[in-house]
């Protein structure tokens, strides 16, 4: 804000010149990053739109997290239907092909079958 003046003022010159204030109503906002996540909580959002453009302006309690690698959940079940279509019997590569797939039951299928 600027120093010594009325907010009403204020807000009714910026209508004038286009800019439009809107509170969000937010609890938390996630920053997502490469390598950390950056999380505003208790958050207070106000968009800004002025010349079709819209800006955020955010404000609260900063923290950051760091990302961890999301790992597929593997179920036996899932092994067990790899090591069958793929015409193995060996369960700890139908495992590991599964999660070198990430999880794809196709891909760890065709890596098994691939030549070596």
């Known amino acids: 804000m600027m120093p010594n003046m009325d907010p009403r003022a204020l807000k009714k010159m910026m209508e004038r010149m286009g800019i439009k204030n809107t509170e969000i109503d937010a609890e938390r906002v996630v920053i997502e990053g490469r390598d950390?996540?950056?999380?505003?909580?208790?958050?207070?959002v106000t968009m800004i739109e002025a010349q079709g453009m819209r800006s955020f302006q955010i404000s609260g309690e900063v923290s950051e997290q760091q990302k961890t690698e999301d790992k597929a959940e593997i179920s036996d079940e899932d092994v067990r239907m790899v090591m069958e279509r793929a015409g193995i019997s060996d369960s700890d590569a139908a495992r590991?092909?599964?999660?070198e797939s990430n999880g794809d039951i196709a891909e760890a299928i065709m890596k098994l079958q691939e030549p070596q």
């Open 36 to 44: 950390k996540n950056i999380v505003i909580q208790p958050a207070q």
């Open 96 to 99: 590991n092909a599964l999660e």
